[in-house]
């Protein structure tokens, strides 16, 4: 069976950054199961594994364009401190924000003076490119119920995000 839309897909993978430092890996754990054609993946990977079958291997370099995005200094921002209450903040700390339309963004915190802290809403990964040695492990048709929602459920049947 080739990997098309509506099928749900399972991928052992490995991320790397152009200095071939290990970003993220499925090695060790459970694959990385998702529902093709629905944007559950990065686009850059997503195309690249279109066609592919059981068994298959790629490694592929995806721009930021297809990945993370570019990064958009616009979202560099400087908060109060006293903002996060009394915890103790360190840079590389993330922290779920809802943004201006509502949505929840991630923010990771990337300086922290004594009354300030700046704050990063980019993707950590955004802007770079990103290396993926990946292996396709399972192809199957995806049931009506993850069609309907959008994503693959777990073999449990709980929703991984």
Known sequence: MKIEANK???IDYTLKDDNGNIVDTSQGGE???YLHGANNIIPGLESELDGKSIGEKISVRVPPEQAYGVRDESKQQSVPRNMFGDEEIKVGDQYHAAGPDGRHITVTVVGVTGDGVTVDANHPLAGYH??????VV???DATQEELHHGHAHGPDGHHHH
Not at 130 to 135: H, P
């Open 8 to 10: 749900v897909v399972s």
């Open 31 to 33: 694959p990385l199961v």
């Open 130 to 135: 990103l290396n993926f040695d990946v292996k």
């Open 138 to 140: 399972d192809v199957r």
